[in-house]
């Protein structure tokens, strides 16, 4: 199923999100780490060689200013071209009440397919994810209501949510947002990290980073020699000589 990822701009002015690469000398000291991906949703367009992870919280403001302006800008550059699968990686901060209720609101509405549409759903009404607002979401999104209320309770998601936290931490990450450049490790399951952003680089950079991480393409055929305009062949000059 397409997905549609939703650029936003703000009153009065453009907000550029920026992004700088996070120094990790002792992260990386012994190689790239790999992390699991198994239960994390994504969305892609054949096979593509790299993944972009958006490593986020659903009540943090900065991060649905990255949902409405960078994640849009990753999926129609990189993952309608097939280039990069866009994944999400839950990781919802203490310091807002509401963010792991709104990480569990996300998984159910996977479980009917929803899970983009949830996303987008949340990171516009950050305000608005309360207990008691959050069935207004499911609607919003088209959500079998009981099915998602029955999910919600049985708090199924809980565990997955809480292993995405410390695969966070396990990697340095204790803010949000964060962003992670990898690949998918054969078998599908494990991505190796090769970069780890937070922010202050300008998009411009970050576009750099993800094609330099690209493989190279292969260069243009050449093109067909050109074709005689006239509709006869030369006469040769033996003919010409009668």
């Known amino acids: 199923m397409k997905q549609r990822f939703r650029a936003r701009s703000h009153r009065g002015r453009a907000?550029?999100?920026?992004?700088?690469?996070?120094?990790?000398?002792?992260?990386?000291?012994?190689?790239?780490?790999?992390?699991?991906?198994?239960?994390?949703?994504?969305?892609?367009?054949?096979?593509?060689s790299l993944v972009f992870i958006e490593v986020s919280d659903f009540e943090c403001p900065y991060c649905g200013q990255g949902a409405f302006e960078l994640i849009p800008r990753i999926h129609?550059?990189?993952?309608?071209?097939?280039?990069?699968?866009?994944?999400?990686?839950?990781?919802?901060?203490?310091?807002?009440?509401?963010?792991?209720?709104?990480a569990q609101a996300a998984a159910c509405a996977?479980?009917?397919?929803?899970f983009w549409d949830m996303h987008h759903e949340l990171f516009g009404n950050q305000k608005e994810l309360g207990p008691d607002q959050l069935p207004a979401r499911a609607e919003a999104?088209?959500?079998?209501?009981?099915?998602?209320?029955?999910?919600?309770?049985?708090?199924?998601?809980?565990?997955?949510?809480?292993?995405?936290?410390?695969t966070a931490r396990n990697?340095?990450?204790?803010?949000?947002?964060?962003?992670?450049?990898?690949?998918?490790?054969?078998?599908?399951e494990k991505v190796e990290v090769l970069e780890v952003l937070h922010s202050s680089q300008s998009w411009p950079e970050v576009e750099a980073k993800i094609k330099a991480l690209l493989p190279a393409k292969p260069p243009p055929p050449p093109p067909p020699p050109p074709k005689?305009?006239?509709?006869?062949?030369?006469?040769?000059?033996?003919?010409a000589r009668r």
Do not use: W
């Open 76 to 102: 129609e550059e990189f993952v309608k071209t097939g280039e990069v699968e866009l994944i999400f990686l839950d990781n919802p901060l203490e310091i807002h009440p509401d963010a792991f209720r709104a």
């Open 228 to 239: 005689s305009t006239s509709p006869h062949p030369a006469p040769s000059a033996r003919a």
């Open 15 to 48: 907000v550029a999100l920026v992004f700088a690469l996070l120094a990790m000398p002792s992260l990386f000291a012994k190689g790239n780490p790999k992390i699991s991906v198994a239960d994390d949703p994504s969305t892609k367009e054949g096979t593509p």
């Open 110 to 114: 996977g479980e009917q397919g929803k």
């Open 141 to 166: 999104v088209g959500l079998d209501l009981p099915a998602f209320q029955k999910c919600l309770g049985g708090h199924k998601h809980d565990g997955a949510i809480r292993e995405d936290i410390r």
């Open 171 to 188: 990697l340095g990450i204790n803010g949000t947002p964060a962003y992670l450049i990898g690949r998918r490790i054969e078998g599908g």
